[in-house]
């Protein structure tokens, strides 16, 4: 009696037409806390309920750098994530063809190029340079930046630190001479009297302009979970127009999310960030073909590594979010 009463009701429910609590959408990403960048339109969209208004509950899977982010992805813990196009790029010259990218929330980090007060450029041959890990994008990005300033990465001692923030401290204690960091963890330093800036945020992106990071899912997810992606996709949107035309939005929510920095930091890095913000969804066709060109460089055009763009890129789900909410004059500019 008990059993057909539950069964009774169980049929009632799925014939009143009340879904099924869906699971989360997972994003993997490579920071712990908020990170000080443009790129923390992911956390924040969460924080500030943008993906639950757009009608998807979204967690974070948190990781340590993108060789993590791509195993966790790999291993089925997680629906999408945040990595670097280069190794995006890498892992389909590899074969590994399953991973397509859909979004940026954050086209261009703002590195910097930090030193020690008493290291110059031309006195960094021999010195101590903090990097992410061998073959980082901090790593791989400064190389080629510091070639065209006439000095050579292979020339210092590189010393594997993890995060901009480790880094950061490293620096600021002597424990290294120089190191590449956001402009936000570089302003986010308690005491920067004995540091100063080597390469600047605009001679940086000057000599490598391109996208640094982009949002990827595995191929059976665009089939699988179709709808959630979209929803996640236009709640990342909407959060990156809202800070690009409320800049004061931003400040607000970065104060609540890293109370540990001072409100001034946001307020400089709200100006910074003006035009930074991924408002048509950051993922444009002749910024992606130009990095894939500019990665790519020096590699032999015979090789297996020159990977067809039409295996990585799909438009598809931005493309159907756009054409939902329509397209935003606000900046990033739509190229297909």
């Not at 099924?20 to 969209?45: G, W």
């Amino acid at each position: 009696m008990f059993r057909t009463l539950i069964l009774a009701a169980l049929g009632a429910i799925l014939l009143s037409g009340i879904p099924a609590k869906a699971d989360p959408f997972r994003i993997i990403v490579t920071e712990t806390e908020t990170p000080l960048v443009p790129n923390s339109l992911i956390y924040l969209a969460r924080q500030e309920g943008f993906f639950e208004r757009a009608g998807v509950d979204v967690t974070l899977v948190p990781v340590q750098q993108t060789p993590m982010a791509i195993a966790a992805l790999q291993a089925g813990d997680g629906d999408m994530a945040n990595i670097s196009l280069s190794s995006l790029i890498n892992l389909h010259a590899q074969g590994a063809s399953d991973f397509v990218a859909v979004h940026s929330s954050d086209k261009a980090i703002p590195f910097i190029i930090a030193g020690r007060d008493d290291v110059t450029l031309k006195t960094m041959p021999g010195k101590r340079f903090g990097i992410g890990r061998p073959n980082s994008l901090d790593a791989t990005m400064s190389a080629a930046v510091l070639g065209t300033k006439g000095v050579s990465l292979e020339a210092m001692t590189l010393m594997p630190l993890g995060q901009p923030a480790v880094r950061g401290q490293a620096l600021m204690a002597g424990r290294v001479d120089a190191t590449t960091l956001s402009i936000g963890s570089y302003l986010a330093l308690p005491d920067t009297s004995d540091l100063h800036i080597l390469v600047d945020v605009k001679d940086y992106f000057d000599a490598a302009p391109v996208v640094t990071k982009v949002d990827v899912v595995r191929r059976p997810t665009l089939e699988a979970r179709a709808d959630d992606l979209e929803r996640v996709l236009e709640a990342l949107t909407l959060a990156a127009r809202d800070f690009a035309e409320n800049p004061v939005h931003w400040v607000a929510a970065m104060e609540k999310a890293r109370p540990d920095i001072a409100p001034e930091t946001f307020e400089a890095l709200s100006k910074a960030y003006a035009g930074s913000w991924t408002v048509n969804g950051g993922f444009q066709k002749d910024e992606l073909l130009y990095a894939q060109t500019w990665y790519q460089k020096g590699e032999a055009t015979n090789t297996a590594y020159i990977v067809d763009p039409a295996k990585w890129i799909d438009f598809a789900p931005m493309d159907a979010v756009l054409k939902t909410i329509g397209p935003s004059d606000l900046g990033d500019s739509i190229s297909r």
